[in-house]
């Protein structure tokens, strides 16, 4: 149902996200369960060949959760499954578990993309562009100060990405179960332990939403700078794959821009659902049902706008002369622009 | 990648939104554009089992659009397809051949939950239950003028879903193809004729954001009042087939009702990227590549918000003792309740 | 609050949404439902010298609204004041009240921007230039073309406003007035008359949102194309009167045209708000009492949208010569532009 | 025109992002900058009684700013005045002042809001109530188990809030000036100081966006949960200063867990523009300029929600007896929910 999304997210994290990894991540976290609560389970039983997570979802409608059904098929074939846990912990817990492993491949399009501007800001140190502020030549500047700042911002989205926690949830029906047992279960799960259930209480959430847009944010400025600067008229860099056009041929795309941008939109909106908040009591009658889709929308957008900006960045051509041309006249000063390189670039290496 | 589509949305919509849909959307808008501008073409060409949408997004990551690799591949095997469009004429017009097919499945829904209300409406007329303001009891209502309530609500979005434009795209490259032509195109299809191309100017894509917004409001307020009515300590109304629970027997949860209430949240979030505008000179570079999947989102979840109250109002069960328990001391005059839900069934009618 | 809100708003529509303006038009209300149930009330009582609507503000906090103070200030003056309404009553009415002088402000600045459009899109309707897609020159289009683009919009979004209904809201504590009494109520003060009463079903504040982000998508539009075709590698058009700088004296920046993008984002921001439904039962509890900032702030940005949007037309230096440099090499094939040109100006004058 | 500020806002907030500290505020970015650079001006021209900021505004349409006005004021008094900064530096600057201010001040009302739920969850470590999941009761949990969730959610809304960079803003007219200059206009205004330049790459505005949806989220659930524990069925809380009615003396509205609720609206609407980022090159042509007032609303509304949140807790009135009423029959086993309770405390003191 997600329009395109071979257009937009690498085949990686459209896998790492997609209903069949929300499954096998739903059976981590019972057989996790399983683990610490000392139930006998075959492991056979936590192996998702055995689920039909479509069928689950028709089934799950009587109950607004597909793991409802889920619980009741694993507790057929062992009793002992699903202990005392509520769907939501189930849910919970497999949300942080797709979002790990969704991040470790965005971190990885994010690395590419941040070492690329980094590329970028060493080799074109001294080369003097027009700085625009409202799309109007200003001052100069270098281009290795612009791709700085894009490379401060990649950086500093990667740290609020790294910096989000992502806790276990093992509440129970009413959030009551024992701390100590929740503890094993994160432990168990590699999970970071929250001091209290959060079941209703989405500060997690929020917090991974702000950082994938934030992520969003820096890899849509990317694109956002490299259409401008790829415009006819300025000419200053170029994609090195960009479209070309059988009727046009002097037209030359910044695809990959294009979808950086178009990427961190669709980023923004998933995430504004995830920040809202205005979740009932102990658990809520339809704010938390709809995180699901918004959540994995949110993680393949960002990781999709990474990607983009990263290969607009690996494959950039750079037109000096251009950049020379359109700086004339604005005079030869670029102040302490090396000097800010050297800055960004102390603080890429810090993280890298 | 839509998390638990099969949760949320009827298969037929999910059908009317898939990728499958929309290749074969794009090749209806190649083929019509074939016949108004003479170029004979077999029919075979136009039959979407000759291409793999998958692959297409993956080689259109090089032009931000699938449609670049598909009129490539067109015109391969007739070189007269394609004729003078402009990739996004293809897909625009596909995106109202979607949004139309998507439409008539929501309407069904739309109407199904009307039905309902009108029902209720009509047979609780005079079933006294509690007015809430800032849900503290207030003055007596009637639970007939809450379902009229509903059922104005309904039926106004319904009307803005009929009247949004969808219009074809026929503008060639700069927009300057000639309107006899877009005419026919648009004759061809059954679908508006514009009254210059609109590949920038997106309002006929916000008016129809804004129309499945007000649908999920309609629907997903259903659900909130089914929610706060379904409370146990309130307990005026139930679901037919709410989800019970093995370790909690005594619990009923309206699953319709939440998931109208989620539904509605992520139609809210789609179409405000819908809504934003920002589409620069003649085709934009992001913010229409965005429009793709927050479309199919939008039209799924708003016909699943629709599939939802409706099951929720279909499947209802009142329970008129305890409305009139809660409402003891706080009078017997309904006022004009009763003329109130004429008034709304009568709108209704107007428009069955 | 509004921070620096003179830049943005022009002052009559400042004093529109003014907290006086919500106070005269509460008091207008009151003033129509003495009359209409007959209760003799001085006139002096409702005018808005008598009260301090921050005072009331302050003392509305115990009931999350001013207009509860505000009715036991008019009582105690005139026992027959305030009727059977309900606090709601009166604020949706006087919203509607305030809408409505809001809306005949920006409709003048939004004919003003229309008018300007038309008349460039006429004196420009054989000049070349590059039609951009995706930032990159495509193919010729004329200035006229972009103009008439600009054009539909407007018209288009100012339909959307003009058919916005206006509702008189009174229902009652509990919404179950008798309708002939809003009849009347409604019509004393010219405002549509509602099936049934929509404390809770937001539909009208809804469509007149939706038609507010309309006008902010049409204005930001042509703030976003006036940016792009002034910068400085492009130089197609310049503002009049765009700001100088002392320090570089060869920028002219298209103010007029940021703030209208400014403006538009604003807009967006505030009926996100006013779309998202939730209503509970009978009367919200929360959502409802967000709405007032927000519909002022969507009322204020939008009409400062159309204000900077008509600005920058108004004063738009054109300058062909540009236009023609950076379209050389595309060939001077205009195709149906002239025809497209028309058009618009027909649908423009067919509203005018 | 923020419509009713002083329902929502406490006076000194609203005080603390009024239009005359935010031009108290950039007089004092101007005047620190005089002290770095040497400048030798006369301190009386950095007193905001010499300027007005409505007639700056609107002088500085022509320029999309009040700060090109001002510094215009500013060096005709002082010719040395305003130094190497660009309008942006001062206006980004005077941000960072501006919430600092409001930060403060909001702290003490999170602060309270925390206290008074650390006592409930104190209290009420032991009363037993309902839990409810989707609004049904589900198993027991206790009052005080549902007051540790608010309070951790205050707590690490608070965090986030501290941990909010505000760093200073000195890059000049393209983003080049000499870092030991910006560090020391930091340090000397006691901000932070950024790596490089960001005029268009909003990081630290997102990031304390963030911050601020965290804040409304978490005093936006307080009222919601106030909201649903005070129905008139449920009656397990109220409100001490709850509104009454004179026509409806049963009624005791909760009107400040609704303001709380409003405010949260208004907070994440707000916000919502601060994240989508877009800055175009290296100062924007629009987004930038959108910043200011959805800015103060921001941190205004942010601070409304953690007042109203204080408020309705401070205050707040437990029903043990309805709560044991409205749990009977679901058993007595709260679990671990003392245990828990100790560990949302032991959390809310780490931080005190």
């Not at 997570?53 to 062992?78: H, K, N, Q, Y």
């Not at 700085?148 to 500093?156: N, S």
């Not at 690996?314 to 950049?323: C, F, N, S, W």
Request: with cysteine; aromatic share 4%.
């Amino acid at each position: 149902m997600t329009t395109f999304e071979a257009l937009y997210v690498p085949a990686p994290l459209r896998e790492a996200v997609s209903d069949q990894a929300w499954l096998t991540a739903m059976l981590e976290a019972e057989a996790a369960l399983a683990k610490v609560t000392g139930a006998e389970v075959d492991e056979d039983v936590f192996q998702p060949e055995g689920y039909d997570i479509v069928a689950l979802c028709e089934e799950g409608r009587a109950d607004a959760s597909p793991v409802v059904p889920l619980a009741r098929a694993l507790r057929e074939r062992a009793p002992g499954a699903h202990g005392p846990a509520t769907s939501q912990d189930i849910l919970d817990t497999a949300a942080m578990l797709v979002a790990r492993s969704a991040r470790s491949l965005m971190l990885a399009e994010l690395d590419g993309a941040s070492a690329a501007a980094a590329a970028l800001a060493e080799a074109h140190r001294s080369t003097v562009m027009a700085g625009r502020t409202l799309l109007q030549r200003a001052r100069p500047t270098t281009f290795g100060l612009r791709a700085a700042g894009w490379l401060v911002g990649l950086v500093e989205a990667r740290q609020r990405l790294v910096d989000a926690r992502l806790p276990a949830q093992l509440g129970g029906p009413a959030g009551t179960l024992d701390p100590e047992l929740a503890s094993r279960f994160a432990s168990e799960l590699g999970l970071e332990e929250p001091v209290v259930p959060w079941h209703a209480d989405r500060g997690p959430i929020a917090e991974l939403a702000g950082a994938l847009e934030a992520m969003g944010a820096a890899c849509g400025k990317v694109g956002l700078d490299v259409v401008l600067l790829a415009e006819s008229e300025v000419g200053e860099v170029s994609e090195a794959d960009g479209g070309g056009s059988s009727s046009m041929p002097h037209k030359q795309n910044p695809a990959s821009a294009v979808l950086a941008r178009a990427c961190a939109r669709l980023v923004h909106a998933n995430a504004s659902l995830l920040t809202r908040g205005e979740h009932e009591l102990d658990r809520a009658a339809g704010p938390w049902q709809a995180e699901w889709p918004a959540l994995s929308a949110a993680l393949a957008f960002a990781g999709g706008s990474a990607a983009a900006a990263r290969r607009s960045l690996e494959g950039l051509r750079v037109h000096p002369d251009r950049m020379a041309e359109n700086a004339r006249g604005l005079g030869e000063d670029v102040g302490a622009a090396a000097a800010l390189v050297d800055r960004a670039l102390a603080r890429y290496r810090e993280h890298e």
